[in-house]
């Protein structure tokens, strides 16, 4: 029998999109359309730990935070708050970070959700295992998930 340790690509990928649509309506969707995403901007992180142990990340730009703030708390954009941002992106990766985590086996809990401009670096103990670089409105979307590694074999 083969334990997975990691979700797949395709799977996150799928997680992601379904999460955009619901929270951010499917008019504007999530594209696979990699585009660089520059320093700064905001991030939110998630951990999981129980069955399964992970950090689910989810990277915005300043732009890109804003219009995911507005559009899931239906305000304007001059109206969006740091707190405001900090909220609807918690939100946001707590929804991503929940789904990932039902893919995988064994029960497990999710971490209250951390966010804030910046860089959110995943413990050193942590190896990237799945990387989606996608575009939403014009601006690049990052979501890692990092594991720690395989036990080594005898």
């Known amino acids: 029998m083969t334990v997975t340790m990691e979700p797949s690509l395709g799977d996150v990928h799928a997680v992601v ?3 955009w649509s619901s929270f951010l309506g499917a008019e504007d969707p999530i594209l696979p359309l990699p585009t660089p995403l520059p320093p700064g901007g905001w991030s939110a992180a998630i951990t999981v730990s129980g069955g399964w142990d ?3 990340t989810v990277q915005l730009t300043d732009p890109g935070a804003v219009h995911v703030t507005s559009t899931m708390l239906m305000c304007s954009e001059e109206d969006c708050t740091d707190e405001d941002l900090r909220d609807a992106l918690g939100e946001l990766v707590n929804m991503v970070g929940g789904n990932i985590k039902s893919l995988m ?4 809990v999710l971490s209250l959700p951390l ?3 910046g860089d959110i670096s995943p413990g050193s103990h942590l ?3 799945c990387r989606l670089d996608l575009t939403w409105r014009g601006e ?15």
């Open 17 to 19: 999109e379904e999460v």
């Open 54 to 56: 992970a950090q689910v």
């Open 105 to 108: 086996a064994g029960a497990a």
């Open 115 to 117: 966010v804030g401009h």
């Open 127 to 129: 190896l990237e295992v």
């Open 140 to 154: 690049p979307v990052v979501v890692t998930v990092h594991t720690p590694p395989p036990p080594a074999v005898a």
